[in-house]
């Protein structure tokens, strides 16, 4: 009955909420928690992580990484999708919003599942592949600052096996991606990245409509 996305007004985004989604209760409380912050835009929307929940689970991932962890609500949803003896590697290198982070991880009974690397993302990026780490990981998720995108990707691209993916958040950055008076570094980074998916013959690639927009990739 469409050839084309549908446009989510406030009250069918609430209805896609009432009867799509399925948050723990944990992850409930985290998600409000981080709304009352200043940065609180930074968040994934709820059916955006639930929808990455639902790819780990199809592709049976076990080991994540995840470029970005704000306050761990993303990455909680991950490892919530994980088996025993699944791994989600999140890197962050703000020490307020994972300590945060990490009391939500325990009361949900995961923390288990995950591994905080704090410190500069590229660094963490460049130790995991000095350590043998590439062609290891199922699925990679990449939400941090715009500038280093690129350089996100390409490591991601070393560091995920063949037939994996790796998703890109904030690829439609608010509809900025199409304006012409959107100039500004993290606006024109994610242009550059956006025409450097979509040529890029190394990989599958999918843009979806879900939250800021999400752009899987997945390695050939």
Request: with cysteine; net charge negative; aromatic share 8%.
């Amino acid at each position: 009955m469409a050839n084309q996305t549908l446009n989510l007004t406030p009250e069918l985004l609430a209805y896609l909420r009432e009867h799509g989604l399925r948050e723990s209760p944990v992850l409930a409380e985290l998600r409000a928690a981080t709304a009352l912050l200043p940065e609180a835009v930074m968040q994934i929307s709820p059916e955006q992580g639930q929808f990455m929940a639902f790819l780990l689970r199809l592709m049976g991932a076990k080991q994540v990484l995840e470029i970005g962890t704000f306050t761990g609500y993303s990455t909680l949803w991950l490892a919530s999708a994980l088996p025993e003896g699944g791994q989600v590697v999140t890197c962050d290198r703000n020490r307020e919003w994972t300590d945060m982070a990490r009391q939500y991880w325990e009361r949900a009974g995961l923390a288990h599942r995950i591994t905080l690397r704090l410190g500069d993302a590229r660094e963490t990026l460049q130790t995991l592949q000095e350590a043998g780490e590439s062609d290891t990981y199922d699925f990679a998720f990449i939400d941090a600052d715009k500038a280093n995108y690129d350089a996100y990707y390409e490591a991601c691209l070393t560091l995920v096996r063949p037939g994996s993916l790796i998703a890109i958040d904030n690829t439609l950055w608010g509809g900025a991606v199409i304006d012409p008076n959107a100039t500004d570094p993290d606006t024109e980074a994610i242009r550059r990245l956006n025409r450097k998916l979509r040529d890029d013959q190394r990989v599958e690639v999918v843009m979806v409509p879900v939250g800021d927009g999400v752009t899987l990739v997945r390695r050939g």
